[in-house]
């Protein structure tokens, strides 16, 4: 397990948004939820939206469950 980790491989658990685990067990970024990670990054380094508006903003355009 150790070394698993040492490598980078996935060994169970959540992954953040944005991420999956290859056939290989290597963390990858999984690109059609990246695209909505930055999209979540961006709007919010403008600084004219809290976390919660944007959560509702993303809720009610069905982009967040």
């Known amino acids: 397990r150790r070394r698993c980790i040492a490598e980078g491989k996935y060994v169970g658990g959540f992954l953040p948004l944005g991420y999956k685990a290859d056939a290989n067990h290597m963390i990858v ?3 059609s939820e ?8 961006n709007r919010y380094a403008e600084g004219d939206v809290s976390l919660k508006m944007l959560a509702e903003e993303l809720i009610q355009t069905g982009e967040l469950k």
């Open 29 to 31: 970024i999984n690109e």
């Open 34 to 41: 990246a695209i909505l990670v930055r999209k979540i990054f």
